[in-house]
């Protein structure tokens, strides 16, 4: 039988706030354990929570940026459950009424773009640490030690329909997603540090079928990488147990990112019982109108507008997407254009040897003293024609290795082109002398010699030759 | 000493008559002399304390702003934070856990200059009408030893009626503050919901939890609120609604002040010695100037069972993070997480505090949260109507506190319901948030007797003109309990 | 009305005696029957009540202040080991 996979998407960010959700600790952690906390972030008894205005700035700003309803009203609710990493053995959390609900993402997959429905944005506090003790893992682990320094993080839960319907459309849901909150920079959305978290619902049904299969949520996907291969090995297990006849049961499966297989929680587990209530000691969110507005005005260019923009300057769609999906990159391209360089130029010139260039030294472009007004030069000395492109290419692996300016290196290299036409035309006389039978093939009507000739004068300059001063000068001492 | 008002003392220590030094130390005589009777206290602070009464001596001659309370020494219901001193809420769970930090209305008092006593004692986690719920042992009413002081905050009710502190804080989510006032013949005021900050109160019902003082008479009442009332950036439920001078407030006069006598209060449930107590105090208002009228608060009769579903939610969440992790008792019996969560909450809370934990739990649970829960929030809208509609009538109501005088130890601890029932008269005002004060209106067979005034949100002014007035002309608030 | 009271004390992780379990089995029916009495109200119109005092948008501004309290909390930590919170084996033995 064929099956249809059906997919559901809950996304948690970490704001970037200064302080924690609901008490003053600063929002950071990895330093020594249980430095940075108070007394609110650890139940203690007696405290009382006072929810951050920033934080709720920032997921209005992102449900604005998802096409949601900013609700009216909204509720913070209490989660119960008990695990030590939650000191109240309660979470913080919205239920009933959410910060924003009904949007929508646009992704791109394989060329065919689909909107996919986002159920609700809310906020709640994120949980602490675990370290397990006596075994890598908490299966075999004798006991585990608790750190708090991230209890009380304002995370961000984006919640999209069971709208995706393969692990490949779940991914691209998840990158173009993290991307736009990257440009909202309300978080820094990077999964293998746990700042952008993923759990996914996914089902089959046979083909056709209007009704949804037994769906299971799986965890533990730490990585951009692991979302596709996750769900398609927990796909793989659905269609295996279902066309044996079988049934899949609901339950919370875990990725294991060695053996890329999910596996169940073992041992007993208790059913779910979340017994939401309103948080009593937090009133009502009713952002006002004006309010709203203001921080949709502190939305900037999103994705989507930037690439169009892009292909606007004659960047081809596909490198403006390459380019968008790495804010940095595109803001690159933005200042270099802005200083004159031709936006499909530079395009290149990033996709290509600069990408390159940080992929094989895993280096980020902000990390290299290679500002976007050194592109622009170097642009503008090939345009000149002071530079050949083979040499600029040099020059920029020079600057990217260095940091040392373009300028600088040009000059103390020597490595301009020739332009003195007089010393060209006496080199290319020297080739026509000393390749007598290209020559006479050419002189035969095999144009495509003038290649190999340019090659040659290309050669005894060593690169430094205009190609198409040194194709006019061949043609001229050619006769 | 010891058997003065904190107005009256103040005057003492402005005047050099007295120091604070030996008001201290003549009211750790007194406990001495009376705690092993009446058992008020959980933890007593003398050192602390002393340090306390001589910076409020320096306060007191250098004139830095004293306040009416500076010198005064307090007692501090054992719910209360207190920095580094034991906060115990008389549960084997807290049995030895310190604070990391004060709460807000603490902090107030001590910068007010106020004197910390200790700790008094009180049902465990504030759940109980006896103070028989301690994990310690229970507090005996000064006015007969065999009886109950009242509870939760029995303790703080028993140390002020046995002038073994000027006056305390409590904290009142069905009664806790009234009830006990009025089984101990002193004043207390639930100030209405958001008037005092709640940071630091070891929460029960955090939608009912309100604190409030317990004094010797109504002036001491306005004194205290004046330092505790306010809003607080750390307690987002409490309200920026400007503070008067609750003391300019106590005017003896209740000329056409409209007060609504509860029928609902006044019928089969009530002992006849209170009902004609508080028909007396109705008469004599009256005689001062007052309009009494009656009016029926017909929603009232579900304010109990509305309660025992919201009160005990809202717990079983508060009430979650005893588990053993962080503070508080751990059990040595377990072999994983799980058992010792089970065996750390076995060992740690006494019966009530279970009990109302399973309840709190079912009403908030799948397939029960509509049924139970949301219900009671609904019926708690009905109740509020009710209280909306009688102060378009009335300015304040009045009932009695209680339906009976103070009952004899052991007398209901076997019958949860009938316990529950106790807290008629007050429970209705925690659900709507209202502003209440119990005062001494009379006495039966030794036992005081309460009235209670409850008022529209933030008339706490009128209240304690109301109950001002009343207190100058009689004399109830002059006798008190022999031990 | 009875209760499940095993499914109830687990969900509120409560370790409950024989005894206590029959007692409470017999107490909180009584209770719910006495909240039994709401259920013939008609409440379909009516609004549930939160908060007596109505409020809302109560928000603090995004600060951050220094941890002061640190040690004082890691003291009444029942076990502390490495600075962290000691929990025996999560996975049921
Ligand atoms: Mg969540
Ligand atoms: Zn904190």
Redesign the pocket.
């Not at chain 1, 940075?36 to 650890?42: D, E, L, M």
């Given at each position: 039988m064929d099956y249809e996979t059906v997919i559901g998407l809950e996304v948690h960010a970490q704001l970037l706030t200064a302080s924690?959700m609901f008490?003053?600790?600063p929002n950071q952690f990895g330093d020594k354990p249980n430095t940075?906390?108070?007394?609110?972030?650890?139940g203690q008894p007696g405290v009382l929570p006072v929810t951050n205005k920033k934080a709720v700035e920032l997921a209005i700003k992102t449900a604005l940026a998802l096409n949601c309803t900013v609700e009216p009203s909204s509720v913070f609710a209490r989660k119960h459950y008990f695990y030590p990493d939650l000191p109240k053995n309660l979470q913080i959390s919205q239920y009933e009424l959410p910060l924003a609900t009904k949007g929508h993402l646009e992704i791109e997959v394989d060329g065919v773009k689909r909107k996919i429905g986002i159920t609700r944005v809310h906020l709640e506090e994120d949980a602490g640490k675990l370290v397990h003790q006596g075994a890598a893992r908490i299966m075999g682990a004798d006991s585990s030690l608790v750190d708090y320094n991230r209890t009380?993080t304002p995370l961000m839960e984006i919640v999209s329909e069971p709208d995706l319907r393969s692990p490949r459309e779940a991914a691209v849901y998840t990158e173009t997603l993290a991307n736009l909150l990257r440009y909202l920079a309300v978080t820094d959305a990077k999964m293998e540090e746990g700042s952008l978290r993923c759990d996914a619902n996914i089902s089959l049904r046979p083909k056709g079928e209007a009704k949804f299969g037994t769906k299971t949520e799986v965890k533990n996907i730490n990585s951009f990488r692991a979302i596709e291969k996750a769900l398609l090995a927990e796909e793989k297990r659905h269609e295996e147990v279902l066309s044996e006849g079988g049934k899949i049961t609901q339950e919370t499966r875990f990725f294991d990112d060695v053996t890329e297989t999910t596996t169940g929680m073992r041992g007993k587990e208790y059913a779910h019982d979340y017994r939401y209530f309103p948080e009593p000691d937090l009133v009502p969110v009713e952002p006002p109108r004006t309010w709203v507005a203001e921080i949709k005005a502190t939305i900037g260019e999103l994705p989507w507008q930037r690439k169009a923009r892009f292909v606007g300057l004659s960047v081809a769609g596909e490198a403006a997407q390459l380019l968008v999906n790495d804010k940095p990159l595109a803001d690159f391209l933005d200042a270099a254009v802005k200083l004159g360089a031709k936006a499909p130029t530079v395009a290149n010139w990033l996709i290509g040897d600069i990408t390159a260039y940080c992929k094989e030294n895993k280096k980020e472009l902000a990390g290299l003293n290679f500002p976007p007004a050194e592109l622009a030069e170097l642009l503008t000395l090939i345009e000149k024609g002071t530079l050949s492109n083979k040499i600029a290419k040099e020059v920029l692996f020079t600057a990217l290795q260095t940091g040392k300016p373009v300028k600088e290196i040009v000059a103390a290299s020597g490595m301009t082109q020739i332009s003195d036409e007089g010393e060209l035309l006496k080199i290319a006389q020297e080739v026509v002398k000393s390749n007598p039978k290209q020559v006479e093939q050419y002189k035969g009507g095999k144009e495509a010699v003038m290649m190999f000739l340019v090659g040659q004068m290309m050669k005894a300059t060593k690169g430094r030759a205009n190609p198409e001063a040194a194709t006019r000068l061949l043609k001229q001492a050619l006769g | 000493m010891h058997t003065k008002t904190a107005h009256e003392l103040h005057e003492l220590l402005v005047n050099k008559k007295i120091s604070s030094v030996e008001l201290t130390t003549a009211l750790y005589d007194r406990i001495a002399g009376t705690d092993d009777k009446i058992k008020g206290y959980v933890t007593l602070t003398r050192d602390e304390a002393l340090k306390q009464a001589q910076a409020a001596d320096e306060r007191l001659t250098t004139g830095a702003n004293p306040t009416p309370l500076t010198g005064i020494p307090i007692a501090i219901k054992d719910n209360f934070c207190t920095r580094g001193i034991k906060t115990t809420c008389s549960s084997k769970m807290l049995e030895n856990y310190l604070p990391p930090y004060d709460a807000t209305v603490v902090t107030k008092l001590k910068e007010a200059g106020a004197v910390i006593l200790g700790k008094t004692n009180m049902d465990e986690f504030a759940m109980g009408s006896s103070c028989e719920n301690s994990a310690f042992f229970p507090t005996r009413n000064p006015w007969n030893r065999e009886c109950v002081p009242g509870g939760s905050s029995g303790g703080s009710a028993a140390v002020v009626a046995a002038r073994s502190a000027v006056m305390a804080t409590g904290s009142d989510t069905g009664g806790s503050i009234r009830q006990p006032a009025a089984f101990c013949g002193v004043v207390g005021l639930k100030p209405t919901y958001g008037r005092v900050s709640r940071y630091g109160l070891v929460a029960f019902a955090s939608s009912l939890d309100q604190i409030g003082p317990l004094t010797k008479d109504v002036t001491d009442t306005a004194l205290m609120l004046n330092v505790i009332a306010g809003h607080d950036d750390r307690d987002a439920t409490s309200i920026e609604h400007p503070v008067p001078d609750y003391r300019s407030a106590l005017k003896n006069d209740v000329k056409k002040v409209r007060v609504g006598l509860i029928r609902e209060l006044l019928g089969s449930g009530i002992e006849p010695t209170v009902k004609a107590a508080v028909k007396g105090a109705a008469d004599q208002l009256a005689a001062l100037g007052a309009e009494i009228v009656e009016v029926s608060l017909p929603s009232f009769e579900h304010a109990i069972a509305t309660y025992y579903l919201i009160a005990p939610a809202e717990a079983s969440s508060n009430l979650a993070r005893y588990d053993g992790v962080k503070f508080g008792h751990r059990s040595q019996e377990h072999r994983d997480l799980i058992s010792m969560y089970y065996n750390t909450r076995r060992e740690g809370f006494g019966a009530e505090v279970k009990r109302r934990i399973m309840l709190g739990t079912y009403a908030l649970s799948a397939g029960y949260y509509d049924a139970f829960y949301l219900k009671a929030l609904k019926v708690r809208t009905l109740i509020k109507r009710d209280f909306d509609q009688a102060f378009e009538r009335c300015d304040l109501l009045a009932s009695p506190t209680t339906p009976t005088v103070a009952f004899k130890l052991g007398a209901k601890s076997a019958d949860p319901v009938a316990m529950y029932l106790s807290d008629i008269a007050t429970i209705p005002v925690n659900l709507a948030g209202l502003p209440a004060l119990s005062l001494p209106c009379g006495n039966s067979s030794g036992l005081p007797i309460g009235l209670q005034l409850i008022g529209p949100a933030f008339a706490e002014e009128l209240i304690l003109r109301v109950a001002y007035t009343y207190e100058q002309n009689t004399a109830w608030h002059q006798t008190s309990a022999v031990i | 009305m009875r209760i499940d009271v095993d499914h109830v004390a687990r969900l509120a992780r409560l370790g409950l005696t024989e005894a206590e379990k029959k007692l409470f089995a017999d107490q909180l029916a009584a209770i719910l029957d006495l909240a039994a009495s709401l259920q013939k109200l008609d409440t379909e119109t009516v609004p549930p009540t939160a908060h007596a005092i109505p409020m809302k948008n109560v928000l603090r501004e995004d600060k951050a202040s220094p941890?002061t309290d640190v040690e004082a909390i890691m003291a009444n930590g029942p076990v502390i080991e490495d600075h962290m919170f000691k929990v025996p084996r999560i996975i049921e033995g």
């Open positions: 924690k008490c003053s600790c940075n906390i108070c007394p609110v972030c650890t009380g | - | 941890c």
